[in-house]
Nanobody, 123 residues
Framework: QVQLVESGGGSAQSGGSLRLSCAADEYTYSTYCLAWYRQSPGKEREKVASTDSDLSTFYSDSVRGRFTLSQDDAKNTLYLLMNSLKPEDTAMYYC?????????????????WGQGTHVTVSS
């Protein structure tokens, strides 16, 4: 059974840091690309970072230079280190697994979602 379990959300001050974790089952971790999406009230869900099959990493313009994606293969876990947080980063963050685009854009269409973890950044 595909499982994605997020953790690490919480509250931070503007300029602060948080690290999100997404623990996947072994099959999902080795088969699919993994990505972080976020959604805040009234906005569409946004892909913020993703692995890709060409070993590149996708970052959205809104987080590039501030967020860093990393993986621990021994733990089947994807991390999102979020630095220089801004109030506009406040959102529910979701881990997702899906087919790799292979073009540097990462996950094409998410097939599985985690339950989400909330991030609140105060000014």
């Amino acid at each position: 059974q595909v499982q994605l379990v997020e953790s690490g959300g919480g509250s931070a001050q503007s300029g602060g840091s948080l690290r999100l974790s997404c623990a996947a089952d072994e099959y999902t971790y080795s088969t699919y690309c993994l990505a972080w999406y976020r959604q805040s009230p009234g906005k569409e869900r946004e892909k913020v970072a993703s692995t890709d099959s060409d070993l590149s990493t996708f970052y959205s313009d809104s987080v590039r230079g501030r967020f860093t994606l990393s993986q621990d293969d021994a733990k089947n876990t994807l991390y999102l280190l979020m630095n220089s947080l801004k109030p506009e980063d406040t959102a529910m963050y979701y881990c997702a697994a899906g087919a790799c685009g292979g073009d540097g854009e990462g996950v094409v269409v998410p097939e599985t979602w985690g339950q989400g973890t909330h991030v609140t950044v105060s000014s």
